[in-house]
């Protein structure tokens, strides 16, 4: 089955998964909004970037999916996708955007980006400073990890990027036949 990896990348922790996912199986990874036509393709791979509750480049890359092309997404974010709090939101974040026939067959992976207050958007850093201000008035025992990630990296340049973390992505490939 023919494949591609498509990645929505503001930052870069998305589109590094996306080449080191790439280097790894063969298989092309390309900007989510250069992918052009999907036909030609029976399975694709995308991942994102999540910004205040979105998953940069989903919603476009599914709506130009035709029915029968199998889709597995991986989402990239600040926060501990092993905390299953932050995890069911990812999900839901992605399942959003998902048709109901695709909501409960696509595989959905999460993976650890990072942040650089520096590199940020005037808008993005102006978003985050409101969300850490926030954060701040709440007792740290009832923040979510999503919270804990922002009041821990605030100001800072933090990578988690891990690229081991994509075995079970590359798991699900191999499983689903080749490139």
Do not use: W
């Amino acid at each position: 089955m023919e494949s591609i990896i498509l990645y929505g990348s503001r930052y870069g922790s998305a589109q590094r998964y996306a080449q080191a996912l790439s280097q790894q199986t063969g298989i092309s990874a390309l900007p989510a909004d250069q992918a052009g036509n999907l036909s030609p393709y029976g399975r694709v791979i995308f991942l994102g970037g999540v910004y205040a509750g979105g998953v940069r480049g989903l919603a476009k890359t599914v709506r130009a999916l035709k029915p029968g092309q199998a889709l597995l997404v991986a989402t990239v974010g600040l926060a501990d996708p092993n905390d299953p709090v932050n995890a069911a939101n990812l999900r839901s974040f992605v399942r959003r955007v998902l048709p109901a026939e695709r909501a409960e067959t696509t595989p959905i992976f999460h993976l650890r980006g990072g942040i650089d207050y520096q590199r940020l958007s005037f808008p993005h850093r102006t978003m985050m400073a409101l969300l850490y201000r926030q954060v701040q008035k709440k007792p740290i025992e009832q923040r979510s990890a999503e919270e804990r990630a922002i009041a821990d990296t605030y100001g800072k340049a933090v990578d988690f990027v891990d690229f081991q973390t994509l075995d079970g992505l590359l798991q699900a490939i191999e499983k689903g036949s080749d490139a």
